[in-house]
Nanobody, 122 residues
Framework: QVQLAESGGGSIQTGDSLRLSCEAS????????MGWFRQAPGTGRELVAV????????YYRDSVKGRFTISRDNDKDTVFLNMNSLKPENSAVYYC???????????????WGQGTQVIVSS
């Protein structure tokens, strides 16, 4: 098992940027695929971005391509989500997740953080 702790959320204005961080502990971080997911009120949890254990492969949902960037620092056991040009529809609780064998399907992941809230006001 790996423990995950997100940080960096907040209340911001349309067009602003945020950087979310997720620090892992408990197991070898470098073996895990890491994903960022989000959940808005009344909706299911959806993929935002995912990054392979090496950082060599990434995947984004279409609506955030070109605005969001996922990255990781395996020396610091941390994965990041840089979010630019934020819109009100990006408001949600953002979660990071870790698993050795998963990719874009949230139900596949066994390890989740508690989430960090992002509120984008127009």
């Amino acid at each position: 098992q790996v423990q995950l702790a997100e940080s960096g959320g907040g209340s911001i204005q349309t067009g602003d940027s945020l950087r979310l961080s997720c620090e892992a502990s408990g197991r070898t971080f470098g073996t895990y695929t890491m994903g960022w997911f989000r959940q808005a009120p009344g909706t299911g949890r959806e993929l935002v971005a995912v990054i392979s254990w090496s950082g060599g492969n990434t995947y984004y949902r279409d609506s955030v391509k070109g605005r969001f960037t996922i990255s990781r620092d395996n020396d610091k056991d941390t994965v990041f989500l840089n979010m630019n040009s934020l819109k009100p529809e990006n408001s949600a609780v953002y979660y990071c997740a870790a698993d050795e064998w998963c990719w874009e399907v949230p139900d596949c992941y066994d390890n989740w953080g508690q989430g960090t809230q992002v509120i984008v006001s127009s």
